[in-house]
T-cell receptor, first 124, second 106 residues
């Protein structure tokens, strides 16, 4: 059974870079069956997909983040990481890493496994 | 972006009730619609994918239907553990979620 656990600082200063890492156990981040995503949820609000990485080099990001986001894989540690640049208070949220599966018969994608989430606060 | 609108935003119901939550997409998304359940302080949990497919391990009282722009999540007989917030999510294009429906005990 796959498990995902995020790690990283809980407090980031405005204009700096938010960096989080997700450690995956029970599956490989180089699998050709799954996409590895980051999703966030501001306190008391809804969910926002940030982007994914697939098989090391393929990435796709939410255009709303205007080029501030990057996601990468570390195969030696079976981890994937999020970097979000030039943060503001609006980036304060619970950040989740998640595994995205595809039902290839239909081309349907869905998030089937999630981490517990970590609160990152942007404040000076 | 495709906007997902859920109704109602909140709902009060009793154990044993049949409950329906709707989700409407701002444009057609075929059947690329998923439903999640989230309890306070926890990560969302996948219930239904591709509009009507029940995720493994999810009780059969949960069901989904719809295609195109209009979708529903139905809980046939509410159990105490079902009181939570429910989100729909489309995977037709840049993934977006509905604003959530909070299901509370009456």
């Amino acid at each position: 059974q796959v498990q995902l656990q995020e790690s990283g600082p809980g407090l980031v200063k405005p204009s700096e870079t938010l960096s989080l890492t997700c450690t995956v156990s029970g599956d490989s981040v180089t699998s050709d069956s799954y996409y590895w995503s980051w999703i966030r949820q501001p306190p008391g609000k809804g969910l926002e997909w940030l982007g994914y990485v697939f098989q090391i080099r393929s990435t796709n990001y939410n255009p709303s983040l205007k080029g501030r986001v990057s996601i990468s894989i570390d195969t030696s540690k079976n981890q994937f990481s999020l970097n979000l640049r030039s943060v503001t208070a609006a980036d304060t949220a619970v950040y989740y890493c998640a595994r995205e599966a595809e039902w290839r018969l239909l081309g349907a994608f869905y998030f089937d496994s999630w981490s517990q989430g970590t609160l990152v606060t942007v404040s000076s | 972006d495709i906007k997902m609108t859920q109704s109602p935003s909140s709902l009060s119901a009793s154990v044993g009730d049949r409950v329906t939550i709707t989700c409407r997409a701002s444009q057609t998304i075929n059947s690329y619609l998923n439903w999640y359940q989230q309890k306070p302080g926890k990560a969302p949990k996948l219930l239904i994918y591709a509009a009507s497919s029940l995720q493994s391990g999810v009780p059969s009282r949960f069901s989904g239907s719809g295609s195109g722009t209009d979708f529903t999540l139905t809980i046939s007989s509410l159990q105490p553990e079902d009181f939570a917030t429910y989100y729909c999510q489309q995977s037709y294009s840049t993934k977006t979620f509905g604003q959530g429906t909070k299901l509370e005990i009456k």
